[in-house]
């Protein structure tokens, strides 16, 4: 199972980015239970900014994202996306995607930076 995030890069205060999470190795189906984006800053632990669950696509976001980020899937292509807008000098971070479909499997990452 690989997955792997694309997207990252550099942005000033108020922009924006798209970051995609291209799954390989499961298919999202009926055993998909949720889709979500984390991420984690230097000497900070890794927290969950979006999650969307198969069932019904309920979503959930932190305060700290709300209106702020969305996140959506496609089964066709077995991707996993997260819509950043907005985007504060505290969003700054390495962003991971996370699926669970009978066990949990995550990417590598990718580097988001805020800065002007």
């Known amino acids: 199972v690989q997955l792997v995030e694309s997207g990252g890069g550099l942005v000033q205060p108020g922009g924006s980015l798209r970051l995609s999470c291209a799954v390989s190795?499961?298919?999202?189906?009926?055993?998909?239970?949720?889709m979500s984006w984390h991420r984690q800053a230097p000497g900070r632990e890794r927290e969950l900014v979006a999650r969307i669950r198969s069932a019904g696509g309920v979503t959930y976001y932190p305060a700290s994202v709300k209106g702020r980020f969305t996140i959506s899937g496609d089964y066709a292509k077995n991707s996993v996306y997260l819509q950043m807008n907005s985007l504060k000098p505290e969003d700054t971070a390495v962003y991971y995607c996370?699926?669970?479909?009978?066990?949990?499997?995550w990417g590598q990452g990718t580097q988001v930076t805020v800065s002007s």
């Open positions: 190795g499961v298919t999202f189906g009926a055993s998909t239970s949720a």
């Open positions: 996370q699926v669970i479909q009978l066990h949990e499997y």
